[in-house]
T-cell receptor, first 115, second 114 residues
Framework: SAVISQKPSRDICQRGTSLTIQCQVD?????MFWYRQQPGQSLTLIAT?????????ESGFVIDKFPISRPNLTFSTLTVSNMSPEDSSIYLC????????????FGPGTRLTVT | TQLLEQSPQFLSIQEGENLTVYCNSS?????LQWYRQEPGEGPVLLVT?????EVKKLKRLTFQFGDARKDSSLHITAAQPGDTGLYLC??????????????FGQGTILTVHP
């Protein structure tokens, strides 16, 4: 299994500002994903972070609002831009290796509150 | 769009009782995973079921994958307070643009009272 860390673990931000969340993995992984989760609820996939190319976004999520970087196979960032209270949520990164392993591992999440 | 319907959404039981959580879809998945999540942490993978009809046991937890690979269930025997948490099922996309992507059910918040 992979060990995943996220920074920051939580933050309180003002409306209109931006926050960049970092995701660091202790080993090289093929695929990295970013999810959003309301506390006690399900997870919604935001995008797949692709190494060396633009991220692939799911319906309802756009690059201008959630720019993503993935400079190498162990690190990715998600920026929440021009935040509003509706962006208050838990943001999680997860990783998976291609091939026969179906396992996907999640970071501890970043709890964001926008005031 | 692949959807997973998970039920019940909330479950509050006494220690020692049995329970079952269901996950249903009209779509076929290459595999289905069950996760458990505690407050302040990310989901932790409990099991992956791959073959239609497959049954896996993890101590007091029994997981079953439907024959058509569209549904799954999680059964807990003699629940304990330590089982309290959010349980999530997730279908793994079979191919194309869905390859490797997880579609999550709505989640079941389980509370086991001593």
């Amino acid at each position: 299994s992979a060990v995943i860390s996220q920074k920051p673990s939580r933050d309180i931000c003002q409306r209109g500002t931006s926050l960049t969340i970092q995701c660091q993995v202790d080993s090289q992984v093929t695929m990295m994903f970013w999810y959003r989760q309301q506390p006690g609820q399900s997870l919604t996939l935001i995008a797949t972070a692709n190494q060396g190319s633009e991220a692939t976004y799911e319906s309802g999520f756009v690059i201008d609002k959630f720019p993503i970087s993935r400079p190498n196979l162990t690190f990715s960032t998600l920026t929440v831009s021009n935040m509003s209270p509706e962006d208050s949520s838990i943001y999680l990164c997860s990783v998976k290796n291609a091939g026969h392993s179906y396992e996907q591992y999640f970071g501890p999440g970043t709890r964001l509150t926008v005031t | 769009t692949q959807l997973l319907e998970q039920s019940p959404q909330f479950l509050s039981i006494q220690e020692g009782e049995n329970l079952t959580v269901y996950c249903n879809s009209s779509s076929v998945f290459s595999s289905l995973q069950w996760y458990r999540q505690e407050p302040g942490e990310g989901p932790v993978l409990l099991v992956t079921v791959v073959t239609g009809g497959e049954v896996k046991k993890l101590k007091r937890l029994t997981f079953q994958f439907g024959d058509a690979r569209k549904d799954s269930s999680l059964h807990i025997t003699a629940a304990q307070p330590g089982d309290t948490g959010l349980y999530l099922c997730a279908g793994v996309g079979a191919g194309g643009t869905s390859y490797g992507k997880l579609t999550f059910g709505q989640g079941t918040i389980l509370t086991v009272h001593p």
